[in-house]
C-alpha cells in the first residue's frame, strides 16, 4: 500500500550543528513530496516541497534532496537553532490525489 | 495575507454528544482538506473539496461525520454522534488548487469524555 515512513521517530541535536531528517516513500508513482514542521499546538507549517523531476531543491537554511532510485527523501537543516525543535513530517502526494503523511520525526535542539 | 482560521480552537464533550468545527480557508482558495491528527501521529485525510464540491470522501466515517462547503468558501465538519476514538486534533487546510501546496490551520483540539 502507500505509505510514507521516517528512519527515526527522534534527533537530538546541538545547536549550530547540522540536522537531517529522513524519511522513506513505498511509491514509486509519487511526483511531489513536501516536509512539513509541527510546533506543539500548532498545525503543520510549510518548510519546503520538491517535484519528483528534481533531486535537489534549497530553501532558507533549509535543503530537500530526493533519490527516486531508492525512494528516498530528506531534510537537511543549517546551523540548527532553538526555534527549529519542533515535529518534522514529510509527506507524499501523487498525481493531486490526497496527501500523505509519515508519523513525524521529533527534532530536540540543545543551545 | 490571512493564514487559515479555525474555531473552536479547543472542544471537550461526552461521548454520543455532537460538535461541529468551522473553517474559513485563505481567500482565493479552491480546495479545502479536512485531516484528523490522531496524537504521535501524522494526519490523515477525511474529505477534501474542490470549490463546493466533494471531491475525495473516501476515508470519512460517513455514519457519524458529516462536512459541507455550501458557497465554496468556509466549511464545517460535523461529529454526531462522538466517540471516544474520536479524540484527536481536527486540521483544516487549504490550497489553491488540488495539486498545489496546502496550509493549515492551527486546528481544533477535541477530547471526547
Known amino acids: 500500500g502507500e505509505s510514507v515512513g521516517l528512519h527515526l521517530p527522534t534527533l537530538s541535536v546541538q545547536e549550530g550543528d547540522n540536522s537531517i531528517i529522513n524519511c522513506a516513500y513505498s511509491n514509486s508513482a509519487s511526483d511531489y513530496f513536501i516536509w512539513y514542521k509541527q510546533e506543539s499546538g500548532k498545525g503543520p507549517q510549510f518548510i519546503i516541497d520538491?517535484?519528483?523531476?528534481?533531486d535537489k531543491r534549497q530553501g532558507q537554511r533549509v535543503t530537500v534532496l530526493l533519490n527516486k532510485t531508492v525512494k528516498h527523501l530528506s531534510l537537511q537543516i543549517a546551523a540548527t537553532q532553538p526555534g527549529d525543535s519542533a515535529v518534522y513530517f514529510c509527506?507524499?502526494?501523487?498525481?493531486?490525489?490526497?496527501?500523505?503523511f509519515g508519523k513525524g520525526t521529533t527534532l530536540s535542539v540543545s543551545s | 495575507e490571512a493564514g487559515v482560521a479555525q474555531s473552536p480552537r479547543y472542544k471537550i464533550i461526552e461521548k454520543r454528544q455532537s460538535v461541529a468545527f468551522w473553517c474559513n480557508p485563505i481567500?482565493?482558495?479552491?480546495?479545502l482538506y479536512w485531516y484528523q491528527q490522531i496524537l504521535g501521529q501524522g494526519p490523515k485525510l477525511l474529505i477534501q473539496f474542490q470549490n463546493n464540491g466533494v471531491v475525495d470522501d473516501s476515508q470519512l466515517p460517513k455514519d457519524r461525520f458529516s462536512a459541507e462547503r455550501l458557497k465554496g468558501v468556509d466549511s464545517t465538519l460535523k461529529i454526531q454522534p462522538a466517540k471516544l476514538e474520536d479524540s484527536a486534533v481536527y486540521l483544516c487546510a487549504s490550497s489553491l488548487s488540488y495539486d498545489k501546496t496546502q496550509y493549515f490551520g492551527p486546528g481544533t483540539r477535541l477530547l471526547v469524555l
Open positions: 481567500s482565493g482558495h479552491a480546495t
Open positions: 520538491i517535484r519528483s523531476n528534481m
Open positions: 509527506a507524499e502526494n501523487i498525481r493531486g490525489t490526497a496527501l500523505i
